[in-house]
């Protein structure tokens, strides 16, 4: 996949033509009303710029996980109304994402109006990536443009399948996600960092063994690091750990060593005697962790150390809290090194990028993602492209 081979939609011309945009109007949605709207936020300024020069602006999603088949509780209506909202206009809504009903929406559209599409995942074909339903979607566009970076981890006909049947551009918030993985990826400013969380050391070995060769510190934080403090014969007390990856945990400090990447875990460590909000909690050094407590966040030694390292850094990747941020005082240790991290960044000494559903949590709980240098809106999709893998979504892109 040859990344600079990328069409971009903004140097193409669309008047007049109509422009069938996937993206993810996958947010999350209580009551009927969106209660985060970023993803939608961050895909507006691209469609309004559709809309600018002239185009039909055909937006098609998919939205949570229904059976493939149509259900109330899964409609796109409340989130393209929330769209609406951001825009300032509402979008025209068509009740199928494919067939008769779509096509009438879609042809009723003047240059610069915007419809949006019901669920793509009320049709089987969208997951299987279909190649008729593939084409009942490209029958709707002139064009087509990738703009859900998250999604793109997914082979699916709105992904990919469409790609093969029109004209294919990436979109300005596709761009946007794939640039700020890739300056701190490919060519970033060195010495660089990585915070890798989490609860489990399983669920992040193909990240971690990726990211080796990639960074000078591996910053190991979260229910993971017992796994790895394990790993080094340290008693855990009761904490969560995966006694059964201990073994991967030493190839993984392995495999650094021999590169030169240093592996960095707690000094010392906040325990509780139970994972519950307002525990009795106390630091302790990692090696005197109480029998018949849990480890829940890192102490204040540990985030002065990780301080310090993200200081004599230049860039910064981040996936994964700390600790159990989301009960206090647990998420302390992640709170501060996301504020120490934001501060470096504005003052212009730490390009900081950071993905992955828990951590936007995270940072949001510190208050400090508009201080990163580019926080994604993508979870798994992100984690995949950690894991260097080829996403399908941004191949179909780079075919050239
Ligand atoms: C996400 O929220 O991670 C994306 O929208 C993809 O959703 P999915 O995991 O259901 O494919
Ligand atoms: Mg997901």
Known sequence: MNLDRLKRIDTADVNGKRVLVRADLNVPVAGGKVTDATRLERLVPGIRDLAARGAKVVVMSHFGRPKGGPDPEFSLKPVADA????LGKAPAFAPDCIGGAAAKVVAALRPGDVAVLENLRFHKGEEKNDPDFAKALA???DLFVGDAFSSAHRAHASTE?????????????????????RRALEKPERPTAAVIGGAKVSTKIPVLKNLIPKVDKLIVGGGMANTFLLAQGVSIGKSLAEPDFAETAREIMHAAKARSCEVILPHDVVVAKAFAA???SAVHPVLETPADGMILDVGPKTVAHLKGILESCRTLLWNGPLGAFEIAPFGEGTFALARAAAALTKAGRLVSVAGGGDTVAALNG??????????????GAFLEWLEGRELPGVAALARG
Not at 83 to 86: A, E
Not at 165 to 180: F, K, Q, R, V
Not at 366 to 379: E, H, I, K, N, R
């Open 366 to 379: 510190a208050g400090v993602t508009a201080d990163f240098t580019y926080v994604s809106t993508a979870g």
């Open 139 to 141: 029958a709707l566009g």
């Open 278 to 280: 307002g525990a009795a």
């Open 161 to 181: 399948g469409v790609t093969h049947l029109l004209p294919s551009y990436a979109g300005p918030l596709m761009i946007e996600e794939i640039d700020a993985l």
């Open 83 to 86: 769209l609406g909202r951001l």
